[in-house]
């Protein structure tokens, strides 16, 4: 069996082949082609696995309905759980940090890996004012993350970032992947910088993952608690003509994705995180009427959902993405929710 088998995630003193100069700490791609038969190359996996499955895991954003879903299984996994929060001062289980300025390199490090879902709300009329605050919090925050692990005196293995479909713009009837050019606008754009923000990382030999969300459904917060006063009064409906592709996730299964991409090496880059079966707006507000008991009479026209929310109603509510998760089914993950109907049925029981 090869001796390198034998090394533990993290570096070892070794007498006869020191991975730390020759290899670095986070090439895993060249430690797997330099094992020598299959047999080594499970072991090591076997090695990889259990690191994971005990980590010490930093995550930003923990307050949002996405973090609320995440830590508790994170700990349930028996990982340790760093919240990296926008505070004065550090506390138990906490590292501050402003991400608009640059952070410590030693405040971040020690972990196996980092889960960033930090940024500002994208709910709401896009002043110019909140426009600046949506870009910089995400471009900025994960620039200043990225590069602070890169110096960091033990850097994590693997970097999570999240994304949003929102990359791929309004494309109609065009089914997308990972691959797909990005789109135009405002959102496109933003997106575009906020997954270049992540490179630093990358370049530094750090698996890095930019998670694109879908629509997320959550009872914790999100679109859908914005969607369901008007359709349990009744007065719900379709948007525009509503056949604007949705691609929705349940917030179980973006969390299900993310413990997927802290344990599958494969998975790097953009990858998409949305239900295999995307529906169209039209058919999502009948099913969420459906499901509450109640009709679906009232569409919401495209000039009223302008006049309301300007921009963001074109680039959220009008806009058309039929996306695919082909990285994501492809690396064997198992939806718990691939249908719409069943996904809201659980989460509004």
């Not at 459904?217 to 359709?231: I, Q, W």
């Not at 459906?290 to 009479?297: A, W």
Request: aromatic share 6%.
């Amino acid at each position: 069996m090869s001796t390198l088998v034998a090394i533990c995630w993290r570096s070892v003193a070794m007498t006869d082949y020191s991975v730390r100069e020759k290899l670095g700490r986070n090439a895993w791609g060249t430690w797997v082609s330099l094992l020598t038969n299959s047999e080594d190359i499970h072991l090591l996996h076997l090695f990889a696995m259990a690191a994971v499955n005990s980590s010490r895991i930093l995550v930003s954003g923990t307050s949002g309905p996405i973090g609320e879903a995440l830590l508790p299984s994170l700990k349930a996994a028996g990982h340790s759980v760093t919240r990296l929060v926008r505070d004065q001062s550090s506390g138990e289980g906490q590292v501050a940090w402003n991400p608009l300025q640059p952070l410590s390199p030693k405040s971040v490090s020690g972990f196996d890996a980092v889960i960033h879902l930090a940024g500002e709300t994208i709910v709401g009329r896009w002043t110019e004012a909140k426009k600046a605050r949506i870009r910089d919090s995400r471009v900025l925050g994960t620039r200043h993350l990225a590069e602070a692990l890169t110096k960091a005196p033990e850097p994590p293995r693997v970097l999570i970032s999240a994304s949003a479909i929102g990359y791929y713009g309004d494309r109609g009837e065009e089914v997308l992947h990972e691959d797909s050019r990005p789109g135009a606008g405002f959102l496109p754009e933003v997106c575009r910088e906020w997954e270049a923000a992540s490179q630093p990382a990358a370049d530094a030999g750090i698996r890095t993952v930019q998670m694109r969300f879908g629509v997320v459904l959550s009872p914790l917060g999100g679109a859908l608690s914005k969607m369901l006063p008007p359709f349990r009064m009744g007065l719900g409906g379709k948007i525009g003509n509503g056949r604007q592709w949705w691609s929705w996730i349940d917030v179980k299964d973006l969390v299900g994705a993310i413990h997927h991409a802290l344990k599958s090496d494969l998975l790097q880059g953009p990858i998409n995180v949305t239900a295999p079966k995307p529906v169209r707006n039209a058919e999502f507000s009948k099913i969420l009427a459906t499901v509450l008991s109640r009709p679906s009479m009232f569409p919401l026209p495209a000039f009223a959902a302008r006049l309301a929310l300007g921009e963001m109603a074109d680039e959220l509510l009008l806009a058309s993405q039929h996306v695919e998760p082909a990285k994501l089914m492809a690396t064997g993950y198992s939806f718990q929710h691939a249908d719409l109907k069943p996904a809201l049925e659980t989460i509004l029981k």
